[in-house]
């Protein structure tokens, strides 16, 4: 599992639990307390619609700030992304992708991740999920994303040191004087 290129930060199956079903987060939550103290919200989730591939998914969720992509190509591997709406501010926030497969589930979690205002992140997946009786777990059955502990931030504008503004004028003040000795 990546995120602009970049592996999650901890994984942990959970044998018996469906994300999208009454679980909701029960699977993962407990393994991922060391990483941040805010309820888990879902976020946006795919339910697979028979062996239908490429599976394509995308919504719009979390408190309006996120849209999410969501490809599936063959049951065991495919894409994904998510999108920071917010145009006024940068995002920080814990994520996870819950994957539902066979008789459990994998939850990935990128801790802190940071989304510029309007910036997309891609990223990967591969289902090698095995279960406690290491077994094979079976294709993708469904998805959900959860998020917690979000922390908007304007984003910082560089400010221009004095001394160019010094040089600017005095850069102008030269122009201005190359212009008067032209007219005389």
Same mark, same amino acid.
């Given at each position: 599992?990546?995120?602009?290129?970049?592996?999650?930060?901890?994984?942990?199956?959970?044998?018996?639990?469906?994300?999208?079903?009454?679980?909701?987060?029960?699977?993962?939550?407990?393994?991922?307390?060391?990483?941040?103290?805010?309820?888990?919200?879902?976020?946006?989730?795919?339910?697979?619609?028979?062996?239908?591939?490429? @599976?394509?998914?995308?919504?719009?969720? $979390? @408190?309006?700030?996120?849209? $999410?992509? $969501?490809?599936?190509?063959?049951?065991?591997?495919?894409?994904?992304?998510?999108?920071?709406?917010?145009?006024?501010?940068?995002?920080? @926030?814990?994520?996870?992708?819950?994957?539902?497969?066979?008789?459990?589930?994998?939850?990935? @979690? #990128?801790?802190?991740?940071?989304?510029?205002?309007?910036?997309?992140?891609?990223?990967?997946?591969?289902?090698?999920?095995?279960?406690?009786?290491?077994?094979?777990?079976?294709? #993708?059955?469904?998805?959900? #994303?959860?998020?917690?502990?979000?922390?908007?931030?304007?984003?910082?504008?560089?400010?221009?040191?004095?001394?160019?503004?010094?040089?600017?004028?005095?850069? #102008?003040?030269?122009?201005?004087?190359?212009?008067?000795?032209?007219?005389?």
């Amino acid at each position: 599992m990546t995120l602009a290129t970049e592996a999650a930060d901890f994984f942990q199956y959970a044998d018996g639990v469906n994300p999208q079903g009454n679980a909701g987060s029960t699977g993962f939550d407990g393994a991922f307390d060391a990483y941040g103290d805010g309820a888990w919200q879902k976020m946006a989730k795919v339910t697979q619609a028979g062996d239908a591939y490429p @599976l394509t998914y995308e919504a719009s969720d $979390f @408190l309006g700030k996120f849209s $999410f992509t $969501f490809t599936l190509v063959d049951g065991k591997n495919g894409t994904w992304s998510i999108t920071n709406t917010d145009l006024l501010n940068d995002l920080t @926030l814990d994520l996870v992708f819950a994957m539902h497969v066979g008789g459990g589930s994998g939850a990935w @979690l #990128f801790d802190d991740q940071f989304i510029a205002s309007g910036q997309t992140l891609q990223g990967t997946w591969v289902q090698n999920m095995v279960n406690g009786r290491q077994q094979r777990v079976t294709d #993708f059955s469904n998805l959900t #994303f959860f998020g917690r502990d979000l922390v908007p931030s304007i984003p910082i504008v560089d400010v221009p040191e004095p001394a160019t503004f010094a040089t600017l004028a005095l850069g #102008f003040g030269l122009m201005g004087l190359a212009r008067r000795r032209r007219q005389t």
